[in-house]
Structures are given as structure tokens and as C-alpha cells.
């Protein structure tokens, strides 16, 4: 069955150092998501992402974030300077349509961790 | 704004017991809803969904009711194992939006 793959499982950077975590999507999906989840809070939706584009993002998606998709099965999500508070299980998910009925299918998480 | 409430805490129980895990929502718009699962060292893995109201959405013998009457989407399973052993995210996605809003979780524990 066809699955979410990420890279790396755990990743652990000092504060101010950028980072690319990775994920590979579903192969016919077209709609690829980040989130992510501080240990014992919700977890948070970051950035939607379709056709080349951002297409919606939370408050949390700010400046130092950003997303690519360099080739046609990688989808990136890039840290610039991190922070402290920025260490946290991130997830990608991907969809094969946009409507609110289809399923979002996740990867395992890249778990990060900011010294 | 939309968002998901879960019963606080972890859930033990034992083997072949009833569980429930209350899960409710507000939302602006018209919510389809979700129950995710998360078993150790996995990602997130859709367990059942319901996309609009009084639709039942089942799966693995766990089930889950849309009401709308009380903004709600119990997950139950009338017996459980010791591999349902897990995480399990109540989640809501408003029609129009992208975004999935989760729950913060109920970790499960079925004791043999």
C-alpha cells in the first residue's frame, strides 16, 4: 500500500541553523501538508500546498518557514533560523483531491529537536 | 474559530472492555470528521470518518456517530485488544479549508 515516507526520523540542530526536513507524498497525490506537534499540545496545521503554490497557511507558517516541492516527488519544508520552541514532531501529509471529505495521509513525523 | 475537544487523559483498561473516547467540536462552517490513530514509533493513520450528520463511519470494529444535535463524535469499540494500544486524534476539516484541526489525543492502554 502506498504510504507517506520522511526523512530524517530525528533531526537535532543548533539554535540558528537552518534546516530541510523531507517527505515523499503519496505518488498520485496533489495536495501536500505540514503540520506539527509540540510534546502534549494539538497538532497544528502549518501550510497547504498545491500545484506550486501555497494555498493556505496558519499564523504559525511565518517568514523563517518555507516550502518546496524541488522535483516530482519531493515536497520540503525548510526552517531558516531555528528556534527553541521550533523543536517539535513535524509531519507531512498528502491528499489526492482538495475537498474536506477526502482523506489526508500522513507520514511517520520527523521528530526535531532545536539545542 | 474551529476546533476539537477530547477527553482529558489517558484511557487503561483491560482487555475485552468497552472503551469510549469523547470527542466534540465547534466549527464555523460544515465539518467532515476524522478519527486518526497513532501507534508507537508510526505516523498518523486515518481510522474511520463521517462527512455529514448522523453518517456512522466504522472500521477495525471501532465506530463513530456524526451529531450534529450536540456537536459530537464519540469514537466506541465494544471490545477491545491489546494491539489497539495507541494514540487516537479526533479531528475536524471545515468544507472550503485545507486545514485539518486536531484534538490533542487520548492515549490508550489495554491491559492483557
Known amino acids: 500500500e502506498p504510504e507517506v515516507t520522511q526523512t530524517p526520523s530525528h533531526q537535532v540542530t543548533q539554535m540558528g541553523q537552518e534546516v530541510i526536513l523531507r517527505c515523499v507524498p503519496i505518488?498520485?497525490?496533489?495536495?501536500f501538508y505540514w503540520y506539527r506537534q509540540i510534546l502534549g499540545q494539538k497538532v497544528e496545521f502549518l501550510v497547504s500546498?498545491?500545484?506550486?503554490?501555497?494555498?493556505?497557511k496558519s499564523e504559525i507558517f511565518d517568514d523563517q518557514f518555507s516550502v518546496e516541492r524541488p522535483d516530482g516527488s519531493n515536497f520540503t519544508l525548510k526552517i531558516r533560523s531555528t528556534k527553541l520552541e521550533d523543536s517539535a514532531m513535524y509531519f507531512c501529509?498528502?491528499?489526492?483531491?482538495?475537498?474536506?471529505?477526502?482523506?489526508?495521509?500522513f507520514g511517520p513525523g520527523t521528530r526535531l529537536t532545536v539545542l | 474559530g474551529d476546533s476539537v475537544t477530547q477527553m482529558e487523559g489517558p484511557v487503561t483498561l483491560s482487555e475485552e472492555a468497552f472503551l469510549t473516547i469523547n470527542c466534540t467540536y465547534t466549527?464555523?462552517?460544515?465539518?467532515?470528521l476524522f478519527w486518526y490513530v497513532q501507534y508507537p514509533g508510526e505516523g498518523l493513520q486515518l481510522l474511520l470518518k463521517?462527512?455529514?450528520?448522523?453518517d456512522k463511519g466504522s472500521n477495525k470494529g471501532f465506530e463513530a456517530t456524526y451529531r450534529k444535535e450536540t456537536t459530537s463524535f464519540h469514537l466506541e469499540k465494544g471490545s477491545v485488544q491489546v494491539s489497539d494500544s495507541a494514540v487516537y486524534f479526533c479531528?475536524?476539516?471545515?468544507?472550503?479549508?485545507?486545514?485539518?484541526?486536531f484534538g490533542k489525543g487520548n492515549q490508550v492502554v489495554v491491559i492483557p
Open positions: 501529509a498528502s491528499s489526492r483531491l482538495a475537498a474536506s471529505t477526502d482523506t489526508q495521509y
Open positions: 505518488s498520485n497525490h496533489l495536495y
Open positions: 500546498f498545491y500545484n506550486n503554490e501555497i494555498s493556505e
Open positions: 466549527a464555523t462552517g460544515y465539518p467532515s
Open positions: 463521517a462527512t455529514k450528520a448522523d
Open positions: 479531528a475536524l476539516r471545515i468544507y472550503g479549508n485545507n486545514r485539518l484541526a
